[in-house]
């Protein structure tokens, strides 16, 4: 399945996380459970421990119909979050024996083992069209005001970033239903470049509304774009990446988070670092399943889930090992060690552990991971706690995923700086971040310092397939991945085969990306 994982033996696990060590079975499981969801209760695992559902309302504008779409793929296990993130060195999907095999999907993905077949290329690129069509679809009425016309064209530029990106050649289409040729990658970085150019002057000043974008967000996204220029391109534009990280810099509207865990916290509406959002929520704007796609089943009871987590994506041993024990980051991001019920006091079960898993049946996340597949264990791999989890938390979160933040433009400032041989002034960037994190301060930077500092800060944040192709490591190899033979053409993605078949008989048919 796609976005919700197949759980075979659902009951049986339900009926296997009641157990505790040192404490006997329950009888009523259901029934207990139940009655305690209403308690309050502090889990000794990471977490905000807070029940309430924080949200805050957006513009009655007119516009909600194309900025919600910013949900669609950006914090699951399908879609542009698993292209971003799936075959990367900070995130993986194993298959553990029956579960998460998926016709072998993610081991593929690990492998960059890509064709124009994997289902998830397909739903990156309809969920982006999908954003465009809305945007499109505004910007014909009539209402819309010029400020709010350019709001709306500042998510498309947003949406044909994320295509660009992945799949490079594409179509450029501006109005709703009337399709267009497909455009060379460097006529979409083009496109985009003169798009936010041409509508900042429209763009509101200041802090954008709560879900919407400003001028700020204009020249975050600029500057991520011009520090792609030499891949999008072939072109080097780091003066440009400067000066538009600059312009967010100098602005004043922005700044760093006092606290790091702070910016993606289920309470993070908001936050002083966020330039522009996707406003999860629980209810209202679903699409963020957080502790669903990376927990074990039984770390339902640690934070009293309101169903069972999939047991899915975990980080590789060496990115988790990269973070120095006192960087303020690594607890904030990941979640390792023995796990406990809500008191804290009894130690979960798995009763169907691997036999060979030197922990036993006690549920222990380990930073190591045995194996890709067939028999991952079901307790390797360190487990994103980034986005921290509430108490009683339904299946979808309420933290917001920042698309733009602040810290990323001082890192993109501090890149841009470095390649253009300014090394000094990189440096004190880059140790602004680490500073904030408790982290020792760097004296020297290098291009793997560099990615692996952004590594570091930007975990999942869905760049990482970005950062590693303009560092040219790609295709690298790392752990249970050999050196890709094709990196060349890895570098975009297939157009999916739906997207050819469909095409084929239009005025446009698609050509596919070369190496497919």
Known sequence: MRNIKNMRNLLAYSLMTALFVGGSACTNLDEELQDRFTEDFKPSNQGVGNKDNVNKPQPNDGLQAAFSKVLDGTATNGGFFAVQEGGTDEAVITQKGGDWYDGGLYIKMHHHEYTPQTWAINDAWTQAYGGIFQCNTINEATTSTVAQKAQVRMLRAYFYWRLLDVFGNVPIVLKPGVDA??????????????????????????????????????????????????????????????????????SGVYSLSPVYSEIFDPHNVENVEHIFVAPFDESTGTGSPWPMMTLHYP????????????????????????????????????????????????????????????????????????????????QGGARFGKFAFKNGQKNDADNDFPLLRYGEVLLNKAEAQMRLG??????????????????????????????????????????????????????????????DPNAANHIIMAIPIEQMQASASTAFPLKQNPGY
């Open 422 to 483: 300014n090394s000094a002034g990189a440096l004190t960037l880059v140790n602004q971040i680490r500073a904030r994190a408790g982290a020792s301060a760097l004296t020297t930077l290098t291009e793997g310092v560099m990615l692996a500092e952004r590594g570091r800060e930007l975990f999942v944040e869905a760049l990482r397939r970005t950062d590693l192709i303009r560092f040219g490591v790609y295709g690298n190899a790392w752990w249970e991945k050999q050196v």
């Open 181 to 250: 040729a497909q455009s060379t990658r460097a006529q979409v970085y083009a496109f985009i470049e003169s798009e936010i150019l041409a509508i900042i002057p429209d763009l509101p000043a200041g802090k954008q509304e709560y879900g919407r974008v400003s001028k700020g967000a204009a020249y975050a996204l600029l500057a991520r774009l011009y520090l792609n220029a030499q891949v999008y391109t072939g072109t080097a534009q780091n003066q440009k990446a400067s000066d538009a990280a600059d312009q967010v810099i100098n």
């Open 299 to 378: 770390s339902q009871l640690t934070w009293k889930f309101q169903s069972q987590p999939w047991n899915g994506f975990s980080t590789l041993e060496d990115f988790y090992n990269s973070y120095e024990d006192a960087d303020k980051r690594k607890k904030a991001n990941f979640i390792v060690g023995p796990q406990f019920d809500f008191s804290g006091e009894n130690q979960l079960l798995d009763l169907a552990f691997d036999k060979g898993d030197p922990d036993g049946a006690g549920l222990n996340y380990t930073p190591h991971i045995n194996m890709l597949f067939p028999n991952a264990s079901r």
